[in-house]
């Protein structure tokens, strides 16, 4: 497994951005597939955004696309949300996640990653 540690949640107006960040350690960064997900109170985990190992490829959530950008740096063992246009529905906790795979990189399903953050809360106002 990699140990993750999520920062930068917060509280923020409808309209406003935040950048999360997440640095990795305990496993060859660059091996594993990055993702963001989220869990609002009473819902499931959901997929937010992954990242391909070199960060060549992206994808997201119908929910979040052209308002969240994903990266990773892999001098940096660190992998970021860039969330921009926030809406009162974007408040959840959002937590970072690893997968150690070959192949495939465009992982949904949260039972496909083996390492999980702690989380952050992200609070959006009206």
């Known amino acids: 497994q990699v140990q993750l540690v999520e920062s930068g949640g917060g509280l923020v107006q409808a309209g406003g951005s935040l950048r999360l960040s997440c640095a990795a350690s305990?496993?060859?960064?660059?091996?594993?597939?990055m993702a963001w997900f989220r869990q609002a109170p009473g819902n499931e985990r959901a997929f937010v955004a992954g990242?391909?190992?070199?960060?060549?490829?992206?994808a997201y959530a119908d929910s979040v696309k052209d308002r969240f950008t994903i990266s990773r740096d892999n001098a940096k063992n660190t992998v970021y949300l860039q969330m921009d246009n926030l809406k009162p529905e974007d408040t959840a906790v959002y937590y970072c996640?690893?997968?150690?795979?070959?192949?495939?990189?465009?992982?949904?399903?949260?039972?496909?990653?083996?390492?999980w953050g702690q989380g952050t809360q992200v609070t959006v106002s009206s």
């Open positions: 990242i391909s190992w070199s960060g060549a490829s992206t």
């Open positions: 996640a690893a997968a150690l795979r070959a192949g495939a990189w465009d992982l949904r399903a949260k039972g496909e990653f083996d390492s």
């Open positions: 305990g496993r060859t960064f660059i091996s594993n597939i």
